[in-house]
């Protein structure tokens, strides 16, 4: 029955509003112009719901500005895209095409989805008495707002974590899961008498854990804790670190060269080796079974990290992080900041299964280079090592 409305010219299917979603956002995160998402929920009888849909899809159409979208969010929900609107243009936009429906017609279920917005908290709309339309609380927010110019993992003024609607960020293709979970779960099967030999090195050479555990931000802005062998010694001081990581940020063009390069003191004997080689990487495949990372992806950010991130980069946290990635095999260390949050956005606008397999099958010839450049570095001789891979296509 649904066949006629979909035929409906300016009604884009589900795939191509998702695709515009996706846009508008990445537009969005550059100029700092909102836009609101309206979604028109029903539910109930076929023929009424049917009838509903014809009615509203018509409606969206006509009322629709030329910079605004309609089309299919679901099987029975239509969703409107309004461009440039702030939550109160949309309220008045849902507001003349709800009027507009016969009493006779099923009233549906309003969604309203901002982004980004000013203030705190969020709503979800529906009919209310009289046929009047009232704003009512919603236990889980339809609205994610954040502060102006701060990233999108960043919490409210009380502390909590606000997460990115899922409504505004790519889904984890299936494959991708299926993949994740086989591999890692195997890796781990077979890599743990070289997990003993290095747990048990550490244990010997330095007093201690084994594992270091770190918050770090991941997929839609969700804290976890990563899974690492610790390569320094307990209690180390990390000021250092983050200032220089600041100061990575801040200038945009400067190499990644990692500060551990130049003999930091706060290492024990070896964690060079195992830092260069990604040995100490490996336990996050523990990570990867429990689903806070994925085997390829951006690499997990630390919280100071982001909040020095311009709003666009957040974009970042479309894509779960993972071990190795896209930034990881072309040139990492010889790469600025700004080009490594450009390798991460692009891996996730062009996510693929090949891309997948490409990155895995690269990653142990860039550790090699790794190494190659550090061992060259501490010996003071010229870097002779290939330029940077992706420099040409970022």
């Given at each position: 029955?649904?066949?006629?409305?979909?035929?409906?010219?300016?009604?884009?299917?589900?795939?191509?509003?998702?695709?515009?979603?996706?846009?508008?956002?990445?537009?969005?995160?550059?100029?700092?112009?909102?836009?609101?998402?309206?979604?028109?929920?029903?539910?109930?009888?076929?023929?009424?719901?049917?009838?509903?849909?014809?009615?509203?899809?018509?409606?969206?159409?006509?009322?629709?500005?030329?910079?605004?979208?309609?089309?299919?969010?679901?099987?029975?929900?239509?969703?409107?895209?309004?461009?440039?609107?702030?939550?109160?243009?949309?309220?008045?936009?849902?507001?003349?095409?709800?009027?507009?429906?016969?009493?006779?017609?099923?009233?549906?279920?309003?969604?309203?989805?901002?982004?980004?917005?000013?203030?705190?908290?969020?709503?979800?709309?529906?009919?209310?008495?009289?046929?009047?339309?009232?704003?009512?609380?919603?236990?889980?927010?339809?609205?994610?707002?954040?502060?102006?110019?701060?990233?999108?993992?960043?919490?409210?003024?009380?502390?909590?974590?606000?997460?990115?609607?899922?409504?505004?960020?790519?889904?984890?293709?299936?494959?991708?899961?299926?993949?994740?979970?086989?591999?890692?779960?195997?890796?781990?099967?077979?890599?743990?008498?070289?997990?003993?030999?290095?747990?048990?090195?550490?244990?010997?050479?330095?007093?201690?854990?084994?594992?270091?555990?770190?918050?770090?931000?991941?997929?839609?802005?969700?804290m976890f804790k990563?899974?690492?062998?610790?390569?320094?010694?307990?209690?180390?001081?990390?000021?250092?670190?983050?200032?220089?990581?600041?100061?990575?940020?801040?200038?945009?063009?400067?190499?990644?060269?990692?500060?551990?390069?130049?003999?930091?003191?706060?290492?024990?004997?070896?964690?060079?080796?195992?830092?260069?080689?990604?040995?100490?990487?490996?336990?996050?495949?523990?990570?990867?079974?429990?689903?806070?990372?994925?085997?390829?992806?951006?690499?997990?950010?630390?919280?100071?990290?982001?909040?020095?991130?311009?709003?666009?980069?957040?974009?970042?946290?479309?894509?779960?992080?993972?071990?190795?990635?896209?930034?990881?095999?072309?040139?990492?260390?010889?790469?600025?900041?700004?080009?490594?949050?450009?390798?991460?956005?692009?891996?996730?606008?062009?996510?693929?299964?090949?891309?997948?397999?490409?990155?895995?099958?690269?990653?142990?010839?860039?550790i090699v280079q790794?190494?190659?450049?550090?061992?060259?570095?501490?010996?003071?001789?010229?870097?002779?090592?290939?330029?940077?891979?992706?420099?040409?296509?970022?």
């Amino acid at each position: 029955m649904l066949r006629g409305i979909r035929s409906i010219q300016g009604i884009q299917s589900r795939e191509q509003l998702y695709k515009i979603i996706v846009r508008e956002r990445a537009r969005a995160d550059r100029s700092g112009e909102c836009f609101s998402l309206v979604v028109f929920r029903l539910k109930g009888r076929k023929r009424d719901t049917y009838q509903a849909l014809l009615h509203l899809s018509r409606q969206l159409v006509t009322r629709a500005r030329i910079t605004d979208e309609v089309g299919w969010f679901d099987k029975t929900s239509l969703g409107a895209i309004l461009v440039g609107a702030d939550s109160e243009g949309a309220r008045k936009f849902f507001s003349i095409v709800i009027a507009s429906m016969p009493q006779s017609l099923t009233a549906p279920t309003l969604e309203l989805y901002v982004y980004p917005t000013p203030s705190p908290g969020g709503s979800e709309v529906e009919p209310g008495v009289d046929g009047e339309w009232n704003e009512v609380a919603n236990a889980t927010p339809a609205v994610q707002e954040v502060e102006p110019g701060k990233p999108l993992w960043m919490g409210t003024a009380s502390g909590s974590p606000n997460v990115l609607s899922p409504v505004f960020v790519q889904q984890i293709p299936l494959w991708k899961d299926i993949s994740d979970m086989g591999i890692s779960v195997t890796a781990l099967f077979l890599l743990s008498p070289l997990f003993l030999l290095i747990s048990a090195y550490i244990k010997i050479v330095s007093p201690g854990p084994v594992f270091y555990r770190q918050e770090r931000v991941g997929f839609r802005g969700k804290m976890f804790k990563i899974w690492k062998f610790r390569t320094m010694k307990v209690n180390s001081e990390a000021k250092g670190h983050e200032e220089y990581l600041k100061f990575l940020i801040q200038k945009g063009d400067q190499a990644m060269e990692k500060l551990d390069a130049k003999k930091d003191p706060r290492i024990i004997p070896l964690g060079n080796i195992l830092r260069q080689t990604g040995l100490d990487e490996l336990p996050q495949l523990i990570n990867v079974v429990l689903g806070d990372m994925s085997l390829v992806g951006p690499r997990p950010c630390l919280p100071y990290e982001a909040c020095e991130y311009d709003f666009w980069q957040s974009e970042r946290f479309n894509t779960i992080p993972g071990l190795t990635g896209l930034w990881q095999v072309s040139g990492k260390n010889r790469t600025t900041f700004k080009e490594m949050m450009r390798f991460d956005i692009r891996y996730g606008h062009k996510l693929s299964f090949w891309m997948e397999i490409q990155i895995l099958f690269k990653t142990f010839p860039a550790i090699v280079q790794q190494v190659r450049d550090h061992r060259a570095k501490a010996s003071g001789k010229p870097d002779e090592g290939k330029p940077v891979a992706g420099k040409e296509n970022a």
